[in-house]
């Protein structure tokens, strides 16, 4: 006979514990809350046991330690997506390592954020899948469908080293950067034309809202500087790129540009464009714009090397640059890509142009003017390298000055500035590094980056799980850059070994452009090309706030790299004296 007190012998007892908590539904939240309480406090319990006692494998090899989570299957998905950037910190400080774990929806994320580990990550290059992220961003960002991503697949490195023969090698990096110095050294002493009229105006003076005054020390230009300078150099630098014909034939490609950018992390989900979020609706039909306008740019890049008769509109391409032209050759020759899907392929590039350099010259400026002392510095570091000299007066109307720079000066001889550019890629950019293991990998780190009680440690990466850097965290490690939310350049500068009275400018610990093979094949242009904008119109301008608070540096707005300002600053422009 069955025992009557052990309810399991009953066969209908679940059909009676279901009759129960319908006639009685207290019973059944009861029930369900005790239950949920139940599995998640232990979750809690056990993934926190797990933090602090690491798995031992074989040869001394440990596992990463989990970040604890309250939630089986979800893990920590919900804190991450919240704040991001509070939650990576507060999990950083909790462990004595440079590696912590995460359990995110199920997928093991290993998150790296110490300078030997991050050197390790980069040192091994055979064991991550080198085309897994560019692929996954074509497809979602760039909206490429997986058949095509997969035909590019086995062409990705033939791209990436085009590319970084146009951008980091010589004769292609020289020429790509001083047409960019010829266009700055024609357009900066015009970047204000102090013109009311809103059609003569430039497009960056029409997106800045500019607007024309006059007071005590004379005219001036009240403009938002964010989208000014934005716009500003994303125009010079993309004709480097595109031509003259593309720009004048699709004027709003940069909107579109930045609308695509601002709606990336909903692309990177995949998400429709019938979801309700505007910025998704507005990147979607950005995207549609700008694959259109560079199919047809290609298209007759084809027509005019077949010798074949052009578009009337399209007919003038001799300055388009030969990177541009290379890749399109590969992606139509090698790839055999249709035009329409070479056109979205390559948007990546102008996206990739615009989104980062623009914004962190903006960084730059506003954070050398808000230090008079820093901007007084800089100003005599470079104006040996920026020559300006005022022609006569054409009857009542004052000329603008002529201006000749000298890049290699700028880039060689100038370490404060480049500390500058150092410190806002440090402060303003927040990038990641994203790798997926291909095969179980081991990353050892050294005694001097381990917190007080703990010892070095030789952690295994299983085979399938990610490997991610973001290197913000490193970044604003107050062990590694003292008092870090300080705009510091002179943590860059030491004392030149050769001539002890001269300043160098050192990386030192700074990671920004990733590494190994995927490391930024543009990061040499960029650079140039933000010493040549700051420099430029620092000395040709003097820019104030329009705020009786004076400076205020604006909050980050998170974006693919370089953040964005939370908010624009109004300025007034004027012209400076020359020397």
Request: aromatic share 10%; glycine share 6%; with cysteine.
């Amino acid at each position: 006979m069955p025992n009557p007190g052990r309810l399991y012998y009953y066969p209908g007892m679940l059909l009676d514990i279901i009759a129960r908590c319908i006639a009685e539904p207290s019973l059944f939240v009861i029930g369900s809350l005790t239950t949920a309480s139940i599995i998640v406090i232990t979750t809690r319990i056990w993934t926190g046991r797990g933090f602090s006692s690491i798995e031992i494998w074989s040869e001394g090899q440990k596992s990463v330690p989990v970040v604890p989570y309250w939630l089986p299957f979800i893990g920590s998905l919900f804190a991450f997506i919240v704040d991001p950037d509070e939650f990576l910190r507060k999990s950083r400080n909790q462990t004595i390592h440079g590696v912590f774990n995460l359990n995110l929806a199920s997928t093991s994320h290993n998150i790296v954020c110490t300078p030997s580990l991050i050197k390790a990550v980069f040192s091994n290059r055979l064991s991550y899948d080198p085309t897994f992220l560019h692929l996954a961003t074509m497809r979602s960002m760039f909206g490429i469908a997986p058949k095509y991503a997969d035909m590019i697949g086995p062409y990705v490195q033939d791209i990436a080293n085009l590319t970084g023969t146009e951008l980091m090698k010589e004769p292609g990096l020289t020429n790509m950067i001083m047409d960019t110095v010829e266009q700055l050294e024609e357009r900066i002493p015009d970047m204000v034309s102090f013109t009311a009229n809103v059609v003569d105006q430039n497009v960056w003076e029409r997106t800045a809202n500019m607007k024309i005054g006059s007071d005590s020390a004379g005219k001036y230009a009240e403009a938002s500087l964010f989208q000014m300078l934005r716009h500003f150099i994303g125009q010079v630098s993309s004709k480097t790129l595109m031509g003259e014909t593309f720009i004048r034939n699709y004027p709003g490609f940069l909107q579109d540009v930045f609308d695509l950018d601002d709606g990336f992390k909903w692309l990177l989900m995949g998400l429709p464009r019938y979801v309700p979020i505007p910025t998704l609706t507005r990147a979607h039909i950005a995207r549609r714009r700008l694959h259109q306008n560079i199919a047809a740019l290609y298209h007759n890049l084809d027509l005019e090397e077949a010798g074949e008769k052009q578009d009337p509109e399209w007919r003038h391409l001799e300055d388009v640059s030969k990177l541009l032209r290379g890749r399109n050759g590969i992606l139509r020759d090698k790839v055999r890509l249709p035009v329409e899907i070479r056109g979205g392929c390559d948007s990546s590039l102008l996206w990739a142009m615009n989104v980062n350099a623009n914004n962190l010259c903006f960084w730059m400026m506003v954070r050398i003017l808000a230090n008079p002392d820093l901007h007084t510095r800089l100003l005599v570091e470079i104006s040996p390298y920026i020559h300006l000299t005022t022609p006569p007066p054409i009857g009542s109307f004052a000329a603008s000055p002529s201006m000749r720079m000298n890049l290699p000066g700028l880039t060689n001889k100038c370490p404060l500035l480049k500390a500058c550019y150092f410190e806002a890629l440090r402060l303003d950019s927040q990038p990641w590094s994203v790798k997926k293991l291909m095969s179980d990998i081991t990353l050892t780190e050294t005694a001097d980056e381990v917190r007080a009680g703990g010892q070095p440690e030789t952690y295994l990466l299983r085979k399938g799980s990610y490997l991610e850097i973001p290197h913000e965290l490193h970044h604003m490690d107050p062990r590694y850059f003292p008092n870090p939310r300080k705009f510091d350049p002179d943590r860059f500068l030491k004392p030149s070994e050769e001539n002890p009275g001269e300043l160098v400018c050192e990386i030192g610990h700074l990671r920004v452009y990733g590494g190994g093979d995927r490391m930024c094949r543009g990061r040499f242009f960029a650079e140039r090309e933000c010493y040549a904008f700051v420099a430029g119109i620092l000395r040709v301008w003097d820019i104030e706030p329009v705020s009786k608070k004076g400076w205020v540096i604006p909050g980050h707005k998170k974006a693919t790299a370089v953040c964005i300002p939370t908010e624009d600053l109004r300025v007034r422009i004027r012209m400076r004296k020359t020397d």
